[in-house]
């Protein structure tokens, strides 16, 4: 059997073959699945996930799904960042979203911002049951998962994520993503935050701008944050 640096070597030059060639998809993937083995060690185990993630595709992001509840947190972390990005059924969504949703109070910070960064921005789906994970998150210890959380509700224009806004506008520390909850959900008593963040907020002032001027109703009904927001869920569907 080869070393565990040849194997290593192996997967990541396959990865490195089908990113952004979806035309070797079909000759590459195979061989990846093969790899694709509990038995492995860490570092291999890793590096065929991440491959796989390269693919971009829907098949290789269900094969990932098991790898999700791996003991290792190497591996549950390579597992939830190359799930979502390939995904294009609404069946394989469900599946991704549950294994994501898995890992949202998981033990490993990153784990857990990975996850809500893949339900949340990411996937392309919606139900009560993916925003009240979502609402489950607005608290974690982790600023960047709270944020993460706090962006997902937004782009579904949950009206539940307006307190959890304010108070992260409000912080001794802001980040781009609560400023972007604030466009995306676009409530007028969001408006004195912002406003006060106006007097010293340097990180990213268009949008600033652009979200005051969103919770004032002034901004083009096709505008669009970070280039898309999903539709509302329909109430009580």
Known sequence: MASI???????????????????YNAEVLPE?????????????LVAVIESLGHAWTES??????PFASHPDEQVRLAAVQSMPGGVETTAGSAT????LMGRFHDDD????????????????????????????????SDYDVQCEALIGLARRRDPSATEATIRLLTGESVGRLAVEAAGLLADP??????????????????????????CRGELPDDYR???EVLQPFPPNA
Do not use: Q, Y
Request: aromatic content about 4%.
């Open 5 to 23: 640096p040849e194997r290593t070597s192996r997967a990541e030059a396959l990865g490195d073959k089908v990113n952004g060639h979806p035309e």
């Open 32 to 44: 990846l699945f093969a790899m694709l083995d509990e038995e492995h060690p860490v570092a291999v």
């Open 109 to 140: 910070s990153e784990v857990r911002d990975w996850a809500t960064l893949g339900v949340g921005s990411i996937l392309h789906i919606d139900s009560e049951e993916i925003r009240d994970a979502l609402r489950s998150n607005l608290d974690d």
């Open 225 to 227: 944050f970070n280039d």
């Open 189 to 214: 008593t969001l408006l004195p935050a912002l406003d006060h963040l106006a007097g010293w907020w340097d990180i990213d002032p268009e949008l600033l701008d652009a979200s005051m001027k969103a």
């Open 60 to 65: 290789a992001c269900l094969a990932v799904v």
């Open 96 to 99: 991704v979203a549950a294994a």
